[in-house]
Nanobody, 120 residues
Framework: QVQLVESGGGLVQAGDSLRLSCAAS????????TGWFRQAPGKEREFVASTTWSGGVTSYRQSVKGRFTISRDNAKNTVYLQMNSLSPEDTAVYYC?????????????WGQGTQVTVSS
C-alpha cells in the first residue's frame, strides 16, 4: 500500500508560479513512475506530467510544455511539479499517482488532490 500526500496548491494570479509536492509513504524503489493529473470542474481528468524514478524519463502534456517542470527527490520520496506562467486554464484539482511494477501497469495509487486556482 502506497500513500501519497499532495501539497502546495493555492490561489494565485495569472502569470504567477506554484510548486506542488507529492510525498510517497513507501521507498521509491518500488515505484516505477509518478504522474500528475488534473481535473477541472465539469471536465474529465487529464494527464499533466510524469517522471520515472529510474532514469528520470519525463513526459508532459503539450499545453504545459515549457511552463511546468516535474522533478523528483529520491531521498525524500517526493515528486515536485513546478508550475510557471500559470493561466486560468490551469485551474483544477491536481492529483499525483504512481505506477508500481512497470510501464504497463495502471496508476494504482492516488493522492487526495490539491486545489490550484488561477485568477485572471
Amino acid at each position: 500500500q502506497v500513500q501519497l500526500v499532495e501539497s502546495g496548491g493555492g490561489l494565485v494570479q495569472a502569470g504567477d508560479s506554484l510548486r506542488l509536492s507529492c510525498a510517497a509513504s513507501e521507498r521509491t524503489f518500488i515505484i516505477y513512475r509518478t504522474g500528475w493529473f488534473r481535473q477541472a470542474p465539469g471536465k474529465e481528468r487529464e494527464f499533466v506530467a510524469s517522471t520515472t524514478w529510474s532514469g528520470g524519463v519525463t513526459s508532459y502534456r503539450q499545453s504545459v510544455k515549457g511552463r511546468f517542470t516535474i522533478s523528483r527527490d529520491n531521498a525524500k520520496n517526493t515528486v515536485y511539479l513546478q508550475m510557471n506562467s500559470l493561466s486560468p486554464e490551469d485551474t483544477a484539482v491536481y492529483y499525483c499517482a504512481v505506477q508500481i511494477g512497470g510501464p504497463n501497469t495502471d496508476y494504482g495509487y492516488w493522492g487526495q488532490g490539491t486545489q490550484v486556482t488561477v485568477s485572471s
